[in-house]
């Protein structure tokens, strides 16, 4: 067998079992990410707070955060 049809061979099956497994440290889709909490001592702008405001009610919304 030529070297450039035994390589197209090897990259075509580890292509193929490379699809076959799902990784096994995502669980879902929401596992990235948590909802945001700041500690009273944070000074935060309106923007910032918005921001915040705008990120958990989307977790709460998607993924089933608790307020």
């Known amino acids: 067998m030529k ?15 490379g699809r076959a497994i799902e990784p096994r440290w995502v669980h ?7 909802p945001i909490r700041p500690s009273r001592a944070d000074v935060l702008t309106d923007v910032t707070l918005a921001q915040i405001v705008a990120h958990n009610e989307i977790g709460e919304r998607l993924c089933g955060w608790r307020p």
């Open 3 to 17: 070297f450039a049809t035994l390589t197209a061979l090897i990259l075509t099956f580890g292509l193929i079992a």
């Open 28 to 34: 879902d889709e929401c596992d990235w990410a948590e």
